[in-house]
């Protein structure tokens, strides 16, 4: 009997000490991530119709639908100025579908290129149908364009302080993938029906995502050596409308589970201060440099100078083939 006693205070210690070790280790080893979108209705290089605004906005909620994925979503309000009503639409199946609407400025500005006072002025103005469309909700986010998020700590601190009197938080980015690079070559092939073409771009814009994963995963375990919670920026276009589901499902694969932005910002490292930077860049290497400067930078890939090419040659043809289209 005194042996059975024994065996059992035993097995319940044991079992004790393996629920704290899952306990710390748990949260620590998961892997999370929230999804983001700028330029919501739509990504504005080019003109498209408006069935081809309600058709992309329809496939990427449908597929975070598929993946029962809640994410947030940055709206320029002028990239639709002209057509305010589908606008409104097309926030409103935002909304419906549970997803959060932020702020990504009413004309796409550069917080670099901005006096304070009008960059704060654009943000207000970037409100007025998004804020009509949310009811008693208020907007909590905030996403500079090309994220230029102050050249100067001064300008970076005036930022944060603006921001705050609006009741927005900034929301930064860890990953990205180069989508806006991508985007018009393909949609250029889809207008040609070049589908044979525009599908093996694709393939191709999936490939340079999946090395762009490897490499933050990478650098982030590096610079933190653990797991933290990443939040990815996607845009509004015709390809994500396209690649979400594959880029869901590699994220699925990888081991990561999906959470609003809300539950990411809560980690601590959304709470250190970055240096300040003249140009638009991920917060990976904004803490990395603030820090123990950890990473190889120079080994991150980035998109090859045909694909800028392609991009530049794509946005030339397509504005000049999409001048009569409207959305008005």
């Known amino acids: 009997m005194l042996i059975m006693k024994k065996l059992v205070n035993i097995f319940t210690l044991a079992c004790a000490y393996f629920t704290s070790i899952h306990a710390i280790a ?35 909620l449908d597929t975070l639908e598929k993946h029962n994925i809640k994410v947030t979503g940055f709206v320029n309000e002028g990239h639709l100025k002209n057509n ?54 208020k907007q909590r986010y905030f996403r500079p364009p090309y994220l ?53 771009y694709k393939e191709q814009y999936l490939a340079f995502t999946e090395q762009r994963l490897d490499f933050y995963e990478r650098a982030s375990l590096n610079m933190f050596e653990t797991s933290i919670p990443h939040i990815l920026m996607l845009h509004v276009n015709q390809l994500n409308a396209d690649s979400l589901d594959d880029i869901l499902t590699s994220l699925k694969s990888r081991g990561y589970q999906f959470q609003t932005i ?46 800028f090419s392609a991009h530049n040659r794509a946005i030339t043809t397509l504005k000049k083939e999409t001048s009569h289209v409207s959305v008005d």
């Open 26 to 60: 748990g949260p620590l080893y998961q892997k999370k991530v929230s999804i983001t979108f700028d330029d919501v209705p739509i990504h504005g290089e080019f003109t498209l119709s408006e069935q081809s605004l309600r058709k992309i906005n329809k496939q990427l």
């Open 84 to 137: 305010p009503k589908l606008l409104k639409t097309l926030l409103s199946d935002w909304k419906m579908r549970g997803h959060q609407l932020g702020n990504h400025t009413f004309s796409h500005i550069s917080y670099h290129q901005s006096e304070l006072k009008l960059y704060l002025e654009d943000i207000k103005k970037g409100a007025v149908i998004t804020q009509q469309v949310l009811g008693q909700q």
């Open 148 to 200: 230029h998020a102050g050249e100067t700590n001064e300008s970076q601190h005036l930022l944060h302080n603006g921001l705050k009197k609006l009741n927005l938080e900034l929301v930064p980015v860890t990953m990205e993938n180069a989508d806006y690079i991508y985007d018009a070559p393909y949609t250029k092939k889809l207008t040609s029906n070049k589908i044979k073409e525009a599908k093996s």
């Open 262 to 307: 809300d539950k990411t910002l809560q980690h601590p490292i959304y709470t250190q201060p970055t240096q300040a930077f003249k140009f638009g860049i991920h917060w990976l290497y904004r803490w990395d440099k603030s820090r123990a400067n950890k990473v190889s930078w120079a080994t991150e890939p980035e998109p090859s100078s045909d694909a």
